[in-house]
């Protein structure tokens, strides 16, 4: 198999990362922390770290992952690495009080005891979990009030979503979050479980490969038209909607024109790190999925 393209493997990183749900596992070393609330965290992932802003406590960050691109605040904060390549030592030289980290990065964890530096650690499920995660990070760090503001208004606001496009036609769609640019070669699409496709859920759609669970499939040609979406939505990494020719990038469907979303003219493209960072930004990502799929339907819903 050909090795993935650069923005392809960024994407996929991204993804494991802090794409997909997220559910906390509080691992502080093996006891829960006794004393004062940490004041000096680093967060090796998008996601915390956009959890940690959103609950007021971003002033407690002192070293952010490589990945970490929001708020904007975070850019003046000293990098330290990703889930493939922890900066063990700048970590260290930081003297956090807290690290939150991901659940398989055994050997960080490692070093993290033999230097008695207490850590968080979680891993990826579904989108419920995102704010399960956000209570847990906040009654860790001493901000439980704060996180559960934040955790019931993105449940408020989802729910808000999720009746606006009740009764509308749920459009059988494929999610795509990775291919290889110019070609429909190396389709990544979401599978029937986790963030992206509880996203399509709550947007007012079915998934296309919502009986393969898993996080996500490798969809070829033939099974491209044997699932015969209604609908196509392709996901793009990054901020700036004006580096995307949308027309472009979605002409490469015209060599399916047997797929109903293709005939029907309903592709679309969405560019944003919402989609990929499974954070309080979930509530921007499932509007902007419900009203490409459901024009009109969000009107009623007041404007974040």
């Not at 680093?42 to 070293?63: C, D, H, K």
């Not at 790190?273 to 024009?295: K, M, Q, S, T, Y």
């Amino acid at each position: 198999m050909a090795a993935a393209p650069p923005r392809l493997k960024r994407i996929l990183q991204t993804l494991v990362v802090s794409t997909l749900a997220l559910v906390a596992m509080s691992l502080a070393g093996a006891a829960q922390p006794s004393g004062p609330p940490p004041a000096r965290i680093v967060s090796l992932i998008p996601a915390t770290t956009e959890m940690l802003f959103a609950m007021g406590a971003g002033n407690r960050l002192v070293g952010a992952g490589n990945y970490d691109r929001f708020p904007p605040e975070v850019d003046k904060l000293p990098r330290v690495g990703g889930l493939l390549d922890p900066d063990t030592e700048r970590i260290l030289a930081l003297r956090p009080d807290l690290v939150i980290l991901y659940a398989t990065q055994s050997d960080l964890r490692a070093r993290l005891d033999r230097a008695s530096v207490p850590y968080y650690s979680y891993e990826h499920r579904a989108m419920p979990d995102i704010m399960q995660t956000i209570r847990a990070i906040g009654a860790r760090i001493g901000a439980a009030e704060s996180a559960e503001r934040v955790a019931a208004g993105m449940e408020q606001s989802l729910a808000d979503i999720r009746r606006a496009v009740a009764g509308r036609p749920r459009l059988k769609t494929m999610l795509i979050f990775g291919r290889e640019p110019g070609t429909l070669r190396g389709v990544l699409a979401s599978g029937g479980y986790g963030f992206l496709s509880d996203l399509l859920d709550v947007a007012g759609s079915e998934n296309a490969f919502a009986d393969i669970k898993q996080q996500s499939v490798q969809a070829s040609t033939e099974m491209l038209l044997a699932r015969r979406p209604d609908a196509i939505v392709e996901l793009r990494y990054g901020d700036d909607r004006r580096a995307v020719n949308i027309d472009q990038e979605l002409s490469v469907w015209k060599t399916l024109p047997s797929i109903p979303a293709v005939r029907n003219h309903r592709l679309y493209l969405l560019v944003g790190d919402e989609f990929v960072v499974p954070g309080p930004r979930i509530v921007n990502a499932a509007r902007r999925l419900a009203e490409a799929l459901h024009p009109g339907a969000l009107a009623s819903l007041p404007r974040p």
